[in-house]
């Protein structure tokens, strides 16, 4: 793993050994946390539902296994601050240099938050919000010490995608993953899928923590940390249109020849339809092959594509298209924003053959 | 109106008068037609449904009427060929030269499409097609004389916002807007609404009618009218995120100081968060205030901006974000192709200062 920092541990695979698998291990999934991982144990670990339900549910690990159906659902995970480097070529944002390795994809195995929230009764009435709380402890210059909070709109909270999480890859959630439980919102940043669950709240507005009010939204390409007003920021709840070259790596010396460019590609909710690959910056494009499980439709998809690169300098680009054809952005400069989130211009990664 | 062909009759109203009304009155729609515009009687018309059904239909307009409840629904209708005008700035391509009035926005009433597939027994297993045919007329080279027909999925064409409409705005619908049963789908390329409707196939492939398998496809931009593949094309349904400035109109002579700009943006199923204004070509931005009917999801959004224009030449553009966070790209180059198809760069207008 590529560490950004070590407490709190933020830390990225390598994009070769990403694009290894369409199914991430726990080892090489990227791991953000904003506060030191907490050791808990699934034995005694609670789980409480509140506010707009009519039976408030307090639940161990044990009690939401036995009590509802277990599903699984193949999800991509990704953080707002995915290829935030290319922003910060432009100019400097805060936050740490993710490379395209802020993004997995795994099995997630748990129950489904609606039924929890239907065995609590909850309203599902347009204009709630279902707050999460959970156990890791931030500690901020200017707002002391909380824990961990977001909420998402009730309409996603109910759809059957959203889990709440034990397991990964048939496995118990490694501790960095979020032992003992989880969410898992596919579709969503990352910042809405909280690990160390600890308290569901259906509440008529969004959650109060500062992770939803003052961190986590796209402000414009004007402001500053100085300047910021939160209020005319967007909270970031899904995700845009991105694709990465995995293969090869940045400044990769190569033959010149026959070479094998290899990536990821991912449109949420919507499908990738077409990847395009250029060897001259984005002069010219030809079509990448795709790979996606059509039974998966929150994984990513792979592609595939083999160009003749002539000896010299190239600088290899990808861009997706989604269903709805729309693509990506050309340049980083279009989307800069000085937390740097959402970096989803094309991929661009400079080698040079021999 | 902006007249493009008179027969077929393609015309576009003034962006002022476009921009003019949230509701679009008929008279100042955008009318795209292949062929002659047909000679209908409502008290004739007749409707059928047919294909992978239980029991098929032939419905008079007074049946449907009578036999399945009235809906409205706002929503957008807009050309694929939208914008072109843009494209072909960057190099010729078949087709009108629309500028941005191919669109616009109407209350449309009828009946359910879902309601009338139910009716008839139509499976909704996923992977089916609903085909539509209609009785314009279209006369092409290489492909003699046929008649209109296209295609949506099963999942749309089950939604609940899909009509088989027979008003809009209140009004009969204009012989030019498919007096008297047209297919409404919002959210997708014009061409997937047919007018003139005449019957409804379920199958369980696309249409395979010419505008379905040779036409409305994004290809990629290596493509020429002499080297097209159409099964490496993207079949047009769902529209990508788009914006325009309608005042002032290019190539403005104005006062210099306070002006303000007016246009749309629209997203489709997604929903329009931010429109962004430059006066200086994208360099610096502003964001403007956007008006949107919540009740109206299929609805566009207005977008207002008042600026400080100093004396001189200046080019003004504009860019919306979409609530997963996608934009808009900066040049038209960045999605060329052959057709121009789904123009949708920034929009920039020229205007003087004096």
């Known amino acids: 793993m590529i560490i950004h920092t070590k407490e709190p541990f933020n830390a990225e695979p390598s994009l070769a050994r990403l694009r290894a698998s369409s199914i991430t291990a726990q080892p090489d999934f990227y791991v953000r946390s904003h506060g030191k991982i ?71 195995t748990g129950v489904s938050l609606a039924d929890v929230l239907q065995a609590a009764g909850a309203s599902a009435e347009p204009g709630l919000h279902v707050a999460f709380e959970a156990c890791d402890e931030i500690e901020m210059p200017d707002e002391g010490r909380f824990n961990y909070g977001v909420s998402i709109p009730i309409g996603k909270a109910m759809s059957p995608e959203v889990l709440l999480a034990f397991e990964m890859n048939g496995e118990a959630l490694a501790r960095e993953h979020g032992y003992p439980l989880r969410v898992v919102v596919p579709g969503f940043a990352g910042v809405r899928s909280p690990k160390w669950l600890t308290a569901i709240i259906v509440q008529d507005r969004p959650s109060d923590n500062h992770m939803q009010q003052r961190d986590y939204k796209l402000v414009p390409a004007e402001m500053t ?112 924003n ?17």
């Open 338 to 354: 000085f937390k740097g989130y959402l970096s989803a211009a094309w991929h661009r990664v400079h080698v040079s053959a021999t």
């Open 225 to 336: 940390a100085n300047t910021v007003n939160w209020d005319q920021g967007i909270t970031i709840y899904d995700m845009p249109l991105n694709s990465a070259i995995c293969e090869p790596a940045a400044r990769a010396e190569m033959k010149a020849g026959l070479a094998t460019l290899r990536g990821y590609a991912i449109a949420t909710a919507r499908e990738v339809v077409r990847v395009d690959v250029s060897i001259d910056g984005g002069r010219n494009w030809r079509q990448a092959e795709l790979e996606h499980d059509a039974e998966a439709p929150w994984s990513w998809s792979f592609w595939t594509a083999t160009v003749d690169l002539p000896k010299g300098e190239h600088e290899l680009a990808v861009r997706a298209w989604d269903s709805a054809g729309q693509t990506q952005p050309a340049q980083p400069d279009d989307t800069w």
């Open 38 to 108: 907490p050791q808990l144990d699934e034995k005694t670990h609670r789980l409480h539902v509140a506010g707009e339900v009519r039976t408030p549910l307090d639940l161990s690990i044990t009690e939401l296994r036995d009590r509802f159906t277990l599903s699984t659902v193949t999800a991509v995970m990704q953080c707002a601050g995915n290829r935030r480097l290319d922003m910060q070529a432009v100019k400097p944002t805060s936050g740490d240099p993710w490379a395209p390795g802020a993004i997995g994809n795994a099995e997630w």
